[in-house]
């Protein structure tokens, strides 16, 4: 099992000292990986969620990258319709190159209609772009010379550079829970990541996207799954927000990772039965309990986590 923490760049802990602070504290303390989230504007509606906006993920990525050596550095997720995909394989390989290959890419469709509005992008044809860009990314990253022509993406005559530091490209990994998201993760992903998935789902969804990957032609074997949860190590387990009804994920389940950290071992042990190798966690976003941390407190959490977690997985 692997973990990794979200970086302090957005909501009200986004600051350049914590993004350093953070990330040098993560790769200390043996945590896998550190992440980072993508919106280019917030709507106004969405700013209690999110925040007031976003500091650029891939230029956080490349600045976690110089100070950094051994982390892996990863996107959760990349808003692939508001880009074209020669624009996302320039910056993503620029940090892969920076990073020496430590670049994991997750992908996926995005949630705000009000952001793609004011960025001109269509929020109608989002998943059937998202899967053209996906290709389209991986033709840039692979094939010389670059000749792409789809239904929303046509180029030809162009250098793609610099060309990935990974080979044969950077892990991609697909977010969302959806259905759709499921058979995109098993037709053109490396992994396929949920947010805030329950064990239901996961359970239901596993052998789904398993008899996809086949369909497709591929090996489900070679489709590696990750989750996204809140985390936080309580001193006693919590009682107001233990019946939480994940949308659209099935019946009423316990936030696994915010607890007391024998519980938490226990909830990680489950995810890795169900066959989850990499969990992703938040500790200042998507619950209430999470919203009032600071950059202390972030820091405590992990320490916690890094001191009372990560041993009882030793990696194989």
Request: proline letters at 8%; charged letters at 20%; a negative charge.
């Amino acid at each position: 099992m692997r973990f990794g923490v979200m970086l302090p760049h957005y909501r009200h802990v986004a600051d350049p000292d914590g993004i350093f602070r953070i990330a040098q504290e993560a790769e200390a303390m043996g945590f896998h990986s550190v992440w980072v989230s993508d919106h280019v504007v917030v709507p106004d509606d969405m700013v209690e969620r999110f925040g007031q906006g976003y500091y650029d993920m891939f230029t956080v990525l490349g600045y976690v990258a110089s100070i950094t050596k051994r982390v892996q550095l990863g996107t959760s997720i990349v808003i692939m319709p508001l880009r074209h995909p020669l624009h996302t394989a320039q910056v993503a390989a620029t940090v892969d190159q920076l990073s020496k290959g430590r670049l994991i890419l997750g992908v996926g469709v995005g949630v705000a209609k009000r952001e793609f509005e004011c960025l001109n992008a269509s929020w109608e044809d989002r998943g059937a772009i998202t899967d053209e860009a996906i290709q389209a990314l991986r033709h840039a990253w692979t094939v010389d010379p670059v000749n792409f022509e789809g239904k929303f993406f046509d180029f030809s005559g162009v250098q793609s550079y610099p060309p990935v530091y990974q080979q044969p490209h950077p892990p991609i990994w697909v977010g969302g829970g959806s259905r759709r998201s499921l058979r995109r993760a098993a037709e053109l992903g490396d992994a396929w990541g949920p947010t805030r998935p329950s064990f239901q789902l996961l359970q239901e969804s596993i052998p789904r996207l398993r008899e996809m990957a086949e369909r497709a032609g591929r090996d489900p074997n070679s489709i590696k799954l990750a989750a996204r949860h809140p985390m936080k190590v309580m001193d006693e387990t919590p009682s107001h927000h233990i019946e939480v009804t994940m949308p659209s994920h099935g019946s009423p389940e316990t936030w696994p990772l915010v607890d007391t950290a024998p519980r938490i071992v226990e909830s990680v042990g489950r995810f890795q039965d169900l066959g989850v190798h990499h969990l992703v966690m938040d500790t200042f976003y998507s619950l209430p309990d999470l919203h009032n941390e600071t950059i202390d407190t972030l820091v405590a959490t992990m320490e916690k986590f890094a001191r009372d977690v990560i041993p009882q997985f030793p990696e194989e």
